[in-house]
């Protein structure tokens, strides 16, 4: 069928947009910098604030929210895992497993994200791979189908090694494929896990509002290093701090700054588009009031217009200045 360009579409009085070159600042905040950090919304992969966030650092055991994603792709969590020497030796932080004990998957994932066991970490290497080094290869070639390229690990817990190294971008991106997933959510947002007594060493989910993961790192290399995820309305953030001595005070003003100055904005309203189409999920995008000029939509409808109902009618873009955002199927919403 042929196709017709419409006039584009402004939305002026709706919207707004997006990113300027060189990344995007917050205000100026009372506490220290991280040596690195990243405020990332979740489900629009948009960057709301970045400082040196594509600088690889050395990054501790927030390490482990690659581990856990890895493991929960893959893995059943009712599988059993009987514990090999090789994890109970591990040195560093410890949920104190035996050679020979049985966990299950499940049980190991909260040992590794609640209380940041590194022996928990290399027994599900183990399980899931066979060999640290075989796991270690796994979790890049994760890291890179999620857009985390500029990162390297070489272990899964986090523990110092030069090559081991991640930048608080590709951190903030992978945090954000973790939070999508219900299980993981359910983990790192546990407070306390009754079956084994175990608390969470994660103080932001009693200490900020709406706060629900994910998770903390220590190392002499990396300093105090901090991923947190939160919830406000319709906006989820991950904000992730690298080399930061005030790591909960710093993350509590990024994701302040971030909430205050960004809304989820609808941008796929039906009156703003052909009369009788739509799209069947709504889209949302964080934006600043000042950016709401800038957005712009375009769309392409097939000629003639189907009637039945469902019907392919065309397709939208959605531009924040020249980025495009959003692309999409338009449906007939109206007819036979």
Not at 178 to 199: D, L, S
């Amino acid at each position: 069928m042929r196709k017709s360009r419409l006039p584009v579409v402004l939305l002026s009085a709706f919207f707004f947009v997006l990113l300027l070159a060189g990344g995007v600042r917050l205000v100026t905040f009372a506490q220290p910098a991280a040596r690195a950090e990243c405020v990332l919304e979740v489900h629009s992969g948009r960057v709301l604030h970045e400082r040196h966030s594509d600088t690889p650092l050395p990054n501790a055991s927030t390490t482990k929210i690659l581990t856990a994603i890895l493991i929960l792709d893959d893995c059943c969590l009712s599988d059993t895992v009987t514990i090999p020497a090789q994890a109970a030796g591990t040195k560093g932080s410890s949920i104190y497993l035996k050679a020979g004990e049985t966990y299950t998957v499940e049980e190991l994932l909260y040992g590794l994200m609640l209380r940041s066991g590194n022996d928990a970490a290399v027994a599900l290497a183990l399980f899931h791979s066979g060999s640290i080094g075989a796991f270690a290869q796994a979790m890049n070639e994760k890291a890179a189908l999620l857009g985390a390229t500029d990162s390297h690990f070489v272990n899964p817990h986090g523990l110092p090694d030069k090559r081991h190294k991640t930048t608080a971008r590709d951190l903030a991106r992978i945090a954000a494929y973790a939070m999508r997933n219900e299980v993981f959510r359910t983990i790192v947002g546990t407070k306390y896990y009754a079956p084994r007594g175990w608390a969470n060493k994660n103080k932001m989910l009693s200490s900020y509002e709406g706060a629900n993961g994910v998770k903390t790192g220590f190392t002499t290399d990396a300093g105090r290093c901090l991923v947190t995820s939160a919830v406000r309305g319709e906006m989820e953030l991950v904000c992730v701090v690298l080399g930061c001595p005030q790591m909960y005070e710093r993350t509590a003003e990024l994701l302040d700054g971030a909430f205050a100055s960004y809304t989820m904005t609808p941008l796929t309203d039906r009156k703003l588009l052909p009369p009788g189409t739509g799209v069947r999920e709504e889209f949302f995008y964080p934006l600043r009031r000042e950016e709401l000029a800038l957005i712009r939509t375009e769309y392409d409808l097939l000629q003639p217009v189907p009637e039945e109902k469902g019907a392919v009618a065309g397709t939208l873009q959605i531009f924040l200045e020249n980025n495009l955002i959003f692309s999409q199927n338009l449906y007939i919403m109206e007819g036979k």
